[in-house]
């Protein structure tokens, strides 16, 4: 109960983006065995209606020696006063081997599903792979690059189905400016294959402040644009969050 207590919190919440972030998500590939964390939310806004959000997230990675595996799930469930319900969720999993003993040239394997009730997404269903290059591998700040392809299946709410092939791309540093404060942030580029002018770009940026050996506290940003012409979806969505994370 008290940690149920002490995982509650209160944020403002705007729209939800399209793109997952999984690189801020990362767990640390050099912690050998089972390591993970678990967050827990709840917010409540009052204005021209009220809205109470409820979410959970769990990160559960394995490492052993060039191999490294890991496990996010993440959802949110919102319900107004005049019981409309909205929900999205994620579930994402990662397999990375190491190619070199400078740790600098990874190769990755992912597969994502994914739904998004405010973004008319139904289901939507990811496998791909590619590369991953740390450009800066330094004890406080990390500068990696990452690329490669994916296959997506995608359900939209009333507008049908599709099939792609996209290019997946993204650019992440990390810096640890104190003990207990550090900033992460990220941007990706997915244009589809045949049609570099159709493409999603996310930024994420976030601030994390330690608390203790176990609780952190995190304020995040999120931009996702879409170029696509989809009635009813907004093409720019942006999220501003505060979290309380428990550590393990």
Do not use: C, W
């Amino acid at each position: 109960m008290r940690f149920l207590l002490i995982t509650i919190l209160f944020s403002a919440t705007t729209v939800f983006g399209q793109i997952v972030n999984i690189e801020n998500k990362r767990l640390d590939g050099d912690k050998q065995g089972f390591h993970g964390s678990v967050d827990l939310n709840l917010n409540f806004t009052m204005n021209t209606k009220q809205l109470l959000q409820l979410g959970d997230k769990l990160r559960l990675g394995y490492t052993k020696l060039k191999h490294h595996a890991f496990i996010l799930t993440d959802h949110a469930f919102v319900k107004s006063d005049d019981d409309s319900f909205i929900n999205r969720g994620y579930e994402h999993v990662r397999y990375n081997y190491t190619l070199k003993d400078s740790g600098r040239i990874i190769y990755e394997v992912f597969q994502q599903g994914q739904f998004n009730k405010i973004q008319k997404i139904n289901l939507r269903l990811l496998f791909g792979t590619g590369f991953r290059f740390k450009l800066i591998d330094q004890k406080n700040y990390n500068l990696s690059f990452g690329t490669g392809f994916m296959g997506e299946y995608e359900e939209l709410i009333d507008f049908g189905n599709s099939r792609d092939i996209l290019s997946t791309s993204y650019l992440s540093f990390d810096g640890q400016f104190s003990e207990n404060i550090g900033m992460n942030t990220i941007s990706y580029f997915q244009p589809k294959m045949v049609d570099f002018g159709n493409y999603r770009f996310a930024n994420e940026t976030y601030l994390r402040f330690k608390i203790n050996k176990y609780l952190s506290f995190k304020v995040v940003y999120s931009l996702v644009h879409d170029s696509r012409d989809i009635p009813e979806v907004r093409k720019t969505n942006y999220v501003f969050k505060n979290t309380l994370s428990f550590n393990f």
